[in-house]
């Protein structure tokens, strides 16, 4: 079966500090990759998705970038962290698009000091 | 583009009472569609979708939606809460493409 891993769960961070949280996927290939951000009382924001290695579409523009190094790993980072940045980060898959439903990680819970 | 509006930001809610949520969206093309829930500091789990076929639609933990293409509404029930139910619900929707596009998402919240 498939499973993504997303770490760390938790990370407090100061501002101007730099960024990087992981994804991974297991159990399945060439996945749809994809970044969401989660403000507290609010829906998901699509940041980044990616439907290959290398393939990175932004979503909105912001102080944050996203790689894809590897077929099943999907990175988000900064250089450059802000206030604004705070909140919680998700990753998610797809087999494909449309009738293929998003599977999403754990979530990481970001704090800007 | 196609957008989701959840009608309840939060639905309180007796144990063992049912509960409905409301989902509608708006879209010039069909749609997929899904419900997720979110346990604190969780991701979202996906409890149903809605593709094609039969309206109503059965997910886990004894969920159901139902799925009306003349008023553009997909809602989420349950017969029979539990405390554990309690958590975010979120409708999300699909045009066919990468996008799924999310509601703002309704707390429940199960009271013994």
């Known amino acids: 079966s498939q499973t993504i891993h997303q770490w760390p769960a938790t990370l407090v961070q100061p501002v101007g500090s730099p960024l990087s949280l992981e994804c991974t996927v297991e159990?399945?290939?060439?996945?749809?990759l994809y970044w969401y951000r989660q403000a507290a009382g609010r829906g998901l924001q699509l940041l980044f998705y990616?439907?290959?290695?290398?393939?990175i579409s932004s979503e909105v523009p912001q102080n944050l970038s996203a790689s894809r190094p590897q077929d099943r790993q999907f990175i988000l980072s900064s250089k450059k962290l802000l206030l604004s940045d705070s909140g919680f980060y998700l990753c998610?898959?797809?087999?494909?698009?449309?009738?293929?439903?998003?599977?999403f990680g754990d979530g990481t819970r970001l704090s800007i000091l | 583009a196609q957008s989701v509006t959840q009608l309840d930001s939060q639905v309180p809610v007796f144990e063992e009472a049912p509960v409905e949520l409301r989902c509608n969206y708006s879209s010039s093309v069909s749609v997929y569609l899904f419900w997720y829930v979110q346990y604190p500091n969780q991701g979202l789990q996906l409890l149903l979708k809605?593709?094609?076929?039969?309206?109503l639609v059965k997910g886990i933990n004894g969920f159901e939606a139902e799925f009306n293409k003349s008023q553009t509404s997909f809602h989420l029930r349950k017969p029979s809460v539990h405390i554990s139910d309690t958590a975010e619900y979120f409708c999300?929707?699909?045009?066919?493409?990468?996008?799924?596009?999310f509601g703002a998402g309704t707390t429940v919240t199960v009271r013994a």
């Open positions: 999300a929707v699909s045009e066919g493409d990468y996008k799924l596009s």
């Open positions: 990616s439907v290959g290695i290398g393939q």
């Open positions: 998610a898959w797809s087999g494909g698009v449309g009738s293929q439903p998003q599977h």
């Open positions: 809605y593709l094609s076929g039969s309206t």
């Open positions: 159990g399945t290939s060439n996945p749809n």
